[in-house]
């Protein structure tokens, strides 16, 4: 005995904690919503390019579009033209669109649109970058102002990472003379960033431009350009104009690299403008977008990989042991007496079509009108099989006609009865019969009511929809509720009702 207790307890253990960590990696690992209502960013980026074309020459305009490879998915891309040939090609880590046309003329305007969100799951390919580079060949005096500015940064820097951002911020700093006579006269971002880049070859660390779109709703913006570097494990991003490390969570990277943003031959005055929106989506529904989209494994082996038609059975389906456990709870630890277990939660399944109010009215009328039917067969002295035979023939008129009146009399709502389980009722009312002869009229109409409280309350329970969305989404829940079904089953102590029952012994 004590060996199947320790056997039960280690089995609930392994059930519970089985079931927390499998829903513990759906919401923080995978980061799947916990409720319905969640919505995500979803971001509609516009790049209109225009340009004038030369009439005698072909056009061909090529432009930097997002590689999408670090934290953002594509959800739809688009190439706007008007009688060009479109193509992608990835170059150096990047991806770039060409328009070619045979001819052209006049001002020409090409759109590229690009839906996008947040990368949802699947682990990352990881990091790969250089860790070393050649220095830039510099000679006189711009090597004599790099070196005098390389001795204090090699002395308040302890790695790469302080190493660079100490670099950032000595070419910040204009008033210096070495600084001055390095940026020759350009104080601009583009050209702190070339010096930048000098210092840090000397010393033989490598770095990388980057030109980043901000995620924000704004009629126009231009690229930002930021510098990062490779440590052996992780990219370090940093602004080129205060040396703040780390990339924002609202920019996306367009490009990498020294290259221009677009190039045109064949036309001149070339301008890109980029615009965005951002709007808002179910998370579950924009989680599958992502899933149909990417490699990842994101919900392939959830219930939300099922037919649309599939899933709606098995949301019905799945709720099924949270009306058994109401049933166990009252029945075990409050002592309501119902027939049996499933008995109720099929009734509460069939109230899903009557609704609450009507499903207890036809559930009433029916059982008393089928136990006035049994009592009368009961005393042509008919055999079980022929008597049920019989009043499942009478519940099934019986429904016919209360559909017919509801019908006439304007009650849509009493169609719906033709779905109510008649063999569920057949058999209630031939138990209630049973239980009638066997222990009394009381007993029976204490039975038949506490059956009808019962698959109320699981109905009720079964019908809370931010329930079924978090069981039907976390189905791993229902290995919690089985480990709490087990330990019930040793449950030997008082009931609730049996306090008022011995509450005369109290007394004494």
């Known amino acids: 005995m004590r060996s199947l207790t320790l056997h039960l307890k280690v089995l609930i253990t392994l059930l519970v904690s089985l079931g927390i960590l499998i829903t513990a990696y759906q919401i923080f690992i995978q980061g799947i919503p916990i409720t319905e209502d969640a919505t995500d960013d979803l971001w509609n980026i516009d790049a209109k390019v225009e340009f004038q074309a030369s009439p005698k020459d072909p056009v061909k305009v090529q432009m930097f579009v997002p590689p999408l490879n670090r934290d953002y998915v594509s959800l739809n891309e688009s190439f706007i033209s008007n009688n060009y040939g479109v193509s992608i090609n990835r170059v150096d880590g990047n991806r770039k669109v060409t328009w070619s046309a045979r001819r052209a003329s ?17 682990e990352k390919a990881k990091d790969k970058g250089p860790i070393f580079r050649d220095s830039i060949p510099v000679e006189g005096p711009e090597k004599i102002a790099a070196e ?60 990388e431009r980057v030109h980043t779109i901000r995620l924000v709703s704004e009629q126009a913006q231009s690229p930002e350009l930021w510098l990062r570097s490779f440590n052996g494990e992780n990219w370090l991003y ?13 920019r996306l990277i367009w490009w990498t690299g020294d290259g221009n943003l677009i190039n045109v031959d064949g036309g001149k005055k070339v301008q890109v403008t980029f615009s965005m929106n951002n709007s808002e989506m179910n998370a579950i529904r924009l989680a599958k977008l992502t899933d149909e989209n990417t490699d990842a494994d994101f919900l392939e082996y959830s219930l939300y990989g099922l037919p649309l038609q599939t899933q709606q059975t098995y949301q019905i389906m799945i709720m099924i042991p949270i009306g058994v456990l109401v049933i166990l709870i009252l029945r075990n630890l409050g002592g309501l007496q119902t027939l049996g277990t499933f008995t109720p939660v099929l009734i509460a399944l069939a109230f899903r079509e009557t609704q609450l109010g009507f499903g207890i009215v036809l559930f009433t009328i029916i059982t008393a009108l089928g136990l006035s039917l049994r009592s009368y067969l009961e005393h042509l002295k008919l055999q079980m099989l022929p008597r049920l035979s019989v009043v499942l023939t009478f519940v099934v008129v019986l429904i016919a006609v209360i559909s017919l009146l509801s019908h006439k009399l304007g009650l849509e709502r009493g169609l719906s009865v033709a779905l109510f389980p008649m063999v569920i009722l057949t058999m209630t009312i031939e138990r209630l019969s049973i239980t009638w002869e066997e222990r ?21 329970l079964m019908s809370v929809p931010e329930l079924t969305y978090f069981i039907f989404t976390f189905p791993a829940v229902l290995l919690i509720m089985v480990g709490f079904m087990l330990a019930m089953g040793r449950y030997r102590g008082y009931r609730l009702t049996e306090l008022f029952r011995f509450k005369a012994f109290l007394k004494d």
Do not use: C, W
């Open 106 to 122: 006049g001002n020409q305007t090409l759109y590229y649109r690009l839906v996008l969100t947040k990368r949802y799951s699947g």
């Open 440 to 460: 009394g009229g009381g007993h029976a109409f204490k039975v038949a009511i506490g059956t009808l409280v019962a698959a109320t309350l699981a109905h009720l």
């Open 238 to 250: 940093f602004n080129p104009e205060t040396g703040e490390q780390g990339l924002p969570s609202d």
């Open 148 to 207: 005098a500015l390389l001795a204090p940064i090699r002395q308040h820097s302890a790695d790469v990472e302080t190493f660079i951002t100490e670099t950032i911020k000595r070419v910040n700093n204009i008033n210096d003379d070495n600084v001055k006579l390095l940026l020759a006269g350009d104080p601009g971002t583009p050209n702190k960033a070339k010096v930048i880049e000098l210092l840090l070859s000397i010393a033989h660390v490598p770095m």
